[in-house]
């Protein structure tokens, strides 16, 4: 059996409520996580709630990066699917956590697209 | 323990090639799919991929609906983050499935932002 995708789900606590309310800031932040990890970013949707926090998403060519923040917790559930060989998501989640100044991240990998590799020959783009 | 939201990452195998490689087609059913759990609608970006395939991204006040398909697999790997108690991430999983024609789906729930009941109570939006 191979995957099509990697899926790290990211808990990054403790992070600087600032940055985390800040939508111009955390778009940029993850636009530059994606191209830290090698990805090709394809579009971006970001948006602002009242009275706090930011939701948003960058489609790059190899899938995903998602974001959900709590500035009051201090807290973004984050998640990067990302496809191929070129693009590490641990990357981007670093990068993430790292500029957040996260005091800690919990992170898994699921694998996605889990199929016999004698079918996934028959897939293109990845 | 409590969580500030649930994370359904769904496997939907045996669909339709020209429902998955349809760029509006997947658009409208991830906009309905998300009305269908009775979330609101926020932002969309979608993205066609040459020589096929579909990424999109559906924004809403309660996360995300996120897709990325392989038609030539018949495969679409759906992810759907909800928080709050008003929208099921199932409801929006499954509508998906029996648009896509789908011969089954294979999903599981993450809890997403796993905190002390105390801690929560300082969240605001959920």
């Keep these: 059996m191979k995957h099509l995708g990697r899926h790290v789900l990211a808990e990054i606590c403790g992070c ?7 939508i111009k800031k955390v778009e940029e932040l993850m ?12 579009e971006c949707v970001f948006h602002k709630f009242s009275p706090q ?20 917790l201090g807290y973004a559930a984050v998640d ?13 989640c670093n990068y ?9 991240m919990i992170a898994k990998e699921l694998k996605r697209g889990m199929m016999p590799e004698s079918y996934l ?6």
């Design 16 to 22: 600087e409520f600032n940055i985390l309310n800040d």
């Design 31 to 42: 636009v530059n996580a994606a191209l830290s990890a090698g990805a090709e970013v394809r």
């Design 53 to 72: 926090g930011v939701s948003g998403v960058v489609v790059i060519s190899e899938s995903h990066l998602a974001i959900h923040t709590w500035p009051e």
């Design 80 to 92: 990067v699917f990302t496809c191929g060989e070129k693009v590490n998501p641990w990357d981007a």
């Design 96 to 104: 993430l956590s790292d500029h957040f100044c996260a005091k800690h």
């Design 121 to 126: 020959k028959e897939a293109v783009n990845i």
